[in-house]
């Protein structure tokens, strides 16, 4: 399960995040939607420590962080709570002198100790899950935007995560590659992952959220299930929004 009460977060004297309170059960998705600017990565980034909070509480499994006042965290702290996430970025990050497969041995070895055997195997096991078992000796340069994102998927499964964080996954997409990358992440949810996905896609938070988070001006306008948001909302800045994004 995660847990988020109180937080919020500052750059300088601009506060991105006023107060967010938030949970999420153990094997559900929660999707985050909003306008641009509203701090939805900035909280996702939050859940996994890459952005520092300033203060609040966010508990992960039986891990828990709790900041006051600006509190500094020890950096082996920090790697202890990040270790249960998983991040997937917009932008693949693959590194581009390894193959796919070495791509998801590395942090196996490097971070979990691994041997070469043991995370090869997993590697491997895990392309051929997001359906690229073939292309598992490719470099980044040689597959398209839509495979590296699978990898980049893999590599963060590989880690073992107790939950899954997706920065609008899609993004950097070409409209026609967006349906491979949403599949794979309708299949982790219909497996019971635990994910927190920040999207512009609607029709994917409709098909694959338990809970969707509706974001605006750095705090939670309303959440609920995608019935509850898409079909029944009656609060007005909701409706705004959706319908702008509907009229795209």
Do not use: W
């Not at 512009?200 to 409709?206: G, W």
Request: hydrophobic share 40%; proline share 4%.
């Amino acid at each position: 399960m995660i847990s988020v009460e109180n937080l919020h977060k500052r750059f300088d004297s601009l506060e991105v995040l006023h107060g967010i309170n938030l949970t999420i059960e153990k094997g559900k998705t929660a999707v985050i939607i909003g306008p641009s600017g509203s701090g939805k990565t900035t909280l996702l980034r939050c859940l996994n420590l890459l952005e520092i909070p300033n203060e609040g509480k966010i508990s992960l499994g039986d891990k828990s962080i709790v900041l006051t006042n600006n509190s500094k965290l020890a950096s082996a702290e920090v790697t202890s709570f990040r270790q249960q996430t998983g991040m997937v970025f917009q932008n693949y990050n693959l590194f581009p002198h390894l193959t796919a497969v070495e791509n998801v041995m590395e942090g196996q070895i490097v971070v979990l100790k691994r041997s070469k055997a043991e995370a090869k195997t997993k590697a491997l096991h895990l392309l051929e899950k997001v359906g690229l078992l073939e292309r598992a000796e490719m470099y980044p340069h040689q597959l398209s935007g839509g495979q590296q994102q699978r990898v980049g998927i893999a590599r963060a499964m590989a880690m073992d995560p107790a939950v899954l964080l997706f920065d609008e996954p899609t993004s950097a997409l070409d409209p026609e590659l967006v349906g491979e990358v949403l599949k794979v992440i309708k299949d982790l949810a219909e497996e019971g992952m635990t994910m927190v996905v920040v999207t512009h896609e609607m029709q994917f938070a409709r098909d694959v959220a338990d809970q969707v988070i509706f974001m605006d001006q750095g705090k939670i306008i309303e959440k609920g299930s995608p019935e509850e948001i898409f079909n029944n909302t009656n609060n007005p800045r909701m409706s705004q929004f959706l319908n702008k994004v509907i009229a795209r």
